[in-house]
């Protein structure tokens, strides 16, 4: 049974009582607070399994607060769901752009919450499990699932959570060409609401933070991405 933490930021009390009720229900150990201060604390103490971060938060924002988590080694790997109130794609790729690895809009059903925390927490369990013989070698690059790092030419690259498994759903199929809705099926699971641009901006911030061995990620115009062989 799932015994995960979970932290909730969220300043409307009434979602911080929906999402606590509906989490503690499926038996996660659930932290809310209100502000993104009292968020990046709660995110260092804890260390939580996955983080539920309002996009709109008085003072310190979401996009700050995640901005500072995902820029320090200590909470980088936490990964994040973005909650944003008004479900536009310029507030959804902000939130990808910061290191966020998935995004609910408001108002949102607990079917849908719990379906994206599922998905979030099957990764994580898949990581647990990994075998020492998955590590994949190829190019100049070593990914490691679990540990779940990636080293180019013996240098550790710092790559969010959804970042790490993209690279890695490619890396297991070099030369193959996925195509957008792949990716989102493979990452998030199926009938994910998903955008070109939200998929654009995971290999764009990928390819940045491979340096050099960014060109082996590759653009199949009018049809997806690749690792190249």
């Known amino acids: 049974m799932a015994r995960e933490t979970i932290l909730v930021v969220d300043d409307e009390e009434d979602i911080l009582n929906l999402v606590e009720y509906n989490l503690t229900k499926e038996?996660?150990?659930?932290?809310?607070?209100?502000?993104?201060?009292?968020a990046l604390e709660a995110a260092r103490s804890l260390h939580p399994d996955l983080m539920l971060l309002d996009l709109m938060l008085p003072g310190l924002d979401g996009l700050e607060v995640c901005k500072i988590l995902k820029y320090s080694p200590e909470t980088a790997k936490i990964p994040i769901i973005m909650l944003t109130a008004k479900g536009e794609e310029s507030d959804i790729i902000t939130g990808l752009e910061v290191g966020a690895d998935d995004?609910?809009?408001?108002?949102?059903?607990?079917?849908?919450?719990?379906?994206?925390?599922?998905?979030?927490?099957?990764?994580?369990?898949?990581?647990?499990?990994?075998?020492?013989?998955?590590?994949?070698?190829?190019h100049e690059l070593v990914i490691d699932p679990g540990k779940h790092k990636v080293y180019l030419n013996n240098r550790e690259i710092?790559?969010?959570?959804?970042?790490?498994?993209?690279?890695?759903?490619?890396?297991?199929?070099?030369?193959?060409?996925?195509?957008?809705?792949?990716?989102?099926?493979a990452l998030r699971g199926e009938d994910y609401p998903v955008t070109e641009r939200s998929v654009d901006v995971q290999v764009?911030?990928?390819?940045?933070?491979?340096?050099?061995?960014?060109?082996?990620?590759?653009?199949?115009?009018?049809?997806?991405?690749?690792?190249?062989?």
């Open 27 to 38: 038996n996660y150990k659930v932290h809310c607070v209100e502000t993104g201060e009292e």
């Open 204 to 229: 764009v911030g990928l390819r940045k933070k491979l340096g050099s061995a960014g060109k082996y990620v590759q653009t199949v115009r009018g049809v997806g991405y690749r690792l190249k062989e």
């Open 158 to 185: 710092d790559l969010t959570y959804t970042e790490f498994h993209l690279l890695q759903l490619m890396a297991q199929r070099p030369g193959w060409v996925f195509s957008r809705y792949q990716i989102v099926d």
């Open 103 to 138: 995004y609910i809009s408001k108002p949102f059903s607990p079917k849908i919450l719990l379906a994206r925390v599922r998905a979030i927490m099957r990764r994580g369990a898949k990581v647990r499990q990994s075998d020492p013989k998955d590590i994949i070698r190829i």
